[in-house]
């Protein structure tokens, strides 16, 4: 079987998925749509992690990684480090191998990694000190010729993280709706027993997934002046001269 896939690499759609941008890190192969495989990175090791995670796809796929037909990266929000380095390494790989490079967002990766939920996800993401950034998506059947792609409902925006609930509501109008957030203390946030919530799945797949049918409609990015959405400034300040 393995002999099958490397003759007809060329012949096959394959896009490679990638996120850096959560806690939980991960990679992902699909192949003509179908996802082949996803392999989680551990936190704190995204760096040491990703080449081999993107091999051992490629591999088990019988794809090089050259013959690749796209990579999709998260843009983020998210961690600073993380970011660049999924960016970094995926730009690398692109330049070297004339690949395209598309990004997507971490909001609309999550609304698509829950379309198994309700029909409508709240993403929550960490923002500035003291505020989070919040999006409503509406999310169609996979089925439909988009292949289930989120519509944003309410595009991102920041908030204080006081005003979550407040806003919550105002922009779920007493519509159902299941609320994605990032981690614990946003789910702290979140505390009303009517808001129903879940974890944030690994994020990799539905990148990859989203990065085909960006490709597909030619929205590829700039491979120098694509770079990611960190959500908030740099903790770090030059010295005062």
Request: proline content about 9%; charged content about 20%; glycine content about 10%.
């Amino acid at each position: 079987m393995k002999e099958f896939w490397i003759a007809n690499a060329g012949t096959m759609r394959s896009i490679l998925g990638i996120d850096t941008a959560s806690p939980s890190g991960s990679v992902a192969l699909i192949v003509d749509g179908a996802l082949r495989g996803v392999v989680p990175l551990p936190p704190g090791g995204h760096s040491s992690g990703l080449s081999a995670a993107a091999e051992q796809l490629a591999t088990d796929a019988g794809i090089p990684l050259a013959s690749l037909s796209g990579i999709a990266v998260s843009s983020g929000p998210g961690s600073f480090t993380g970011l660049r380095i999924g960016l970094a390494w995926a730009k690398g790989l692109a330049m070297g191998a004339s690949l395209p490079l598309v990004l997507v967002s971490a909001h609309e990766a999550a609304a698509h990694a829950s379309r198994d939920a309700a029909t409508l996800r709240l993403t929550v993401t960490p923002g500035e000190q003291k505020q989070v950034e919040i999006a409503l998506w509406a999310v169609p059947d996979p089925s439909e010729a988009n292949g289930g792609r989120p519509h944003a409902l309410e595009p991102p925006v920041s908030i204080p993280e006081e005003d979550v609930e407040e806003r919550v509501g105002a922009i779920a109008a007493g519509r159902p709706f299941v609320a994605l957030p990032a981690n614990d203390k946003i789910t702290a946030l979140l505390d009303d027993d009517e808001i129903p919530r879940r974890a944030v799945a690994p994020l990799a797949a539905s990148v990859a997934m989203l990065g085909d049918t960006l490709l597909k409609s030619g929205e590829a990015s700039d491979l120098v002046l694509a770079s990611p959405a960190y959500g908030r400034a740099p903790n770090a300040r030059k010295p005062a001269r």
